[in-house]
């Protein structure tokens, strides 16, 4: 339990995703924007006070050294929801981030549930990019998730689903 919530989730965002609808489907363009750094931590007026734990914990080593961490949990609508997934920033391209989300498949699949959901950023293209060649799709999106945080915000709550084949 030592390790839990100890990786560094800071990370350069330099480009954006931005959303387009052809009637049907989202689909999204990537922009390059001016870089600057993001920390879900210091955006997070409250840290979570453990009052709802996640239902499981994966953590991640590379060479004995924690490398990321996936939480997870039963969401009321029978899917598996990510709750929270980073990887250490010195650990970053080395598979790791697949490997969790792999993980978070895989049990919930044991948990017999419909499949798995999680939310991410507009600015988080990487995460984006990591979600979609999972199998992930996006489904939806709320321009207006973060403005209670930041007012001016340009960042977009986006939602992906991963269901399994067939």
């Known amino acids: 339990m030592g390790d839990i919530n100890r990786c560094d989730g800071t990370f350069l965002v330099e480009h954006e995703l931005v959303l387009k609808f052809d009637g049907k489907q989202l689909a999204y363009d990537v922009i390059s924007v001016t870089p600057y750094e993001k920390s879900y931590l210091a955006d997070d007026p409250e840290p979570d006070d453990g009052d709802e734990p996640a ?14 961490q996936i939480e997870l949990s039963r969401h009321w609508n029978g899917y598996a929801h990510i709750d929270n997934i980073v990887v250490d ?15 978070a498949i895989e049990w919930a699949q044991q948990e017999q549930l419909a499949g798995v959901m999680l939310e991410t950023q507009s600015n988080n293209v990487a995460a984006c990019r990591l979600y979609a060649s999972c199998g992930f799709a996006l489904k939806g999106f709320d321009q207006d998730l973060y403005r209670g945080l930041k007012r001016d915000t340009r960042e977009v709550a986006l939602f992906w689903y991963w269901h399994p084949p067939g």
């Not at 239902?55 to 990321?68: K, M």
């Not at 650990?91 to 490997?99: D, E, T, W």
């Open 55 to 68: 239902d499981a914990v994966f953590l991640a080593y590379v060479e004995d050294r924690l490398a990321g």
């Open 89 to 103: 920033r010195q650990s970053r391209k080395l598979g790791v981030g697949r490997a969790l989300v792999l993980r």
